[in-house]
């Protein structure tokens, strides 16, 4: 009677292990947007949008980012739009 106990008890914890879904025991990444925008007299907007999108993200604790799209209105004004994630 032991016997079977036991290996029923055993049976029941494989079968709770092997069902329990992977994405219910791992951490849910949290995706943010930042907005970057950057102007200069001396043509170096795109620069200054993307460091301006860093600092957000590095204040925002973010560290893994992409720039999906930008904006360059002239060499003197440009916004770009980063996706990232923790």
Do not use: H
Request: aromatic content about 10%; some cysteine.
């Amino acid at each position: 009677m032991r016997k079977i106990l036991l290996a029923l008890l055993g049976a029941a914890t494989v079968l709770g292990t092997i069902a329990t879904p992977a994405s219910a025991s791992a951490s849910a990444l949290e995706t943010r947007e930042f907005v970057g925008n950057g102007s200069s007299d001396f043509g170096l907007a795109l620069i200054y949008a993307r460091q301006d999108a860093r600092r957000q993200a590095d204040r925002a604790g973010f560290a893994d980012c992409e720039e999906y799209f930008k904006l360059i209105i002239s060499p003197y004004e440009a916004t770009v739009f980063w996706r990232c994630t923790r």
